[in-house]
């Protein structure tokens, strides 16, 4: 499967924003997508997770009452809405997916057999 990852751009400390992970080429029906992001010299950071089948969220403690994970089974996509974003939300984020994840394993990066180019976020002052 090929992810893609938009709705990065530059925002106002506070304010929000929405990526969106598209998958061509199947489905993500049986598939748990996470997002990630990352800062230069720092290792790739869990953001969020979602089991498609159930529809089961998890949440770094970060960003937990914040950001939203959630699916769009019409449109194939998963969501991420951002709201109250501060300047250390400022990274690289990334979507990723894996048909075999076990749920210990969803806030690790090496569980995830797809990934989709990133797509920058810049929280301002």
């Known amino acids: 499967v090929q992810l893609q990852a938009s709705g990065g751009g530059l925002v106002q400390d506070g304010g929000s924003l929405r990526l969106s992970c598209a998958a061509s080429?199947?489905?993500?029906?049986?598939?748990?997508v996470g997002w990630f992001r990352q800062t230069p010299g720092k290792e790739r950071e869990f953001v969020a997770g979602?089991?498609?089948?159930?529809?089961?969220?998890y949440y770094a403690d970060s960003v937990k009452g914040r950001f939203t994970i959630s699916r769009v089974s019409a449109e194939n996509l998963v969501n991420l809405q951002m709201n109250s974003l501060r300047l250390e939300d400022t990274a690289v984020y990334s979507c990723?997916?894996?048909?075999?994840?076990?749920?210990?394993?969803?806030?690790?990066?090496?569980?995830?057999?797809?990934w989709g180019q990133g797509t920058q976020v810049t929280v301002s002052s």
């Open positions: 990723a997916a894996s048909r075999t994840i076990i749920t210990s394993s969803i806030r690790r990066p090496s569980a995830y057999d797809y």
């Open positions: 080429g199947r489905t993500f029906s049986g598939y748990t």
């Open positions: 979602i089991k498609w089948s159930g529809g089961s969220t």
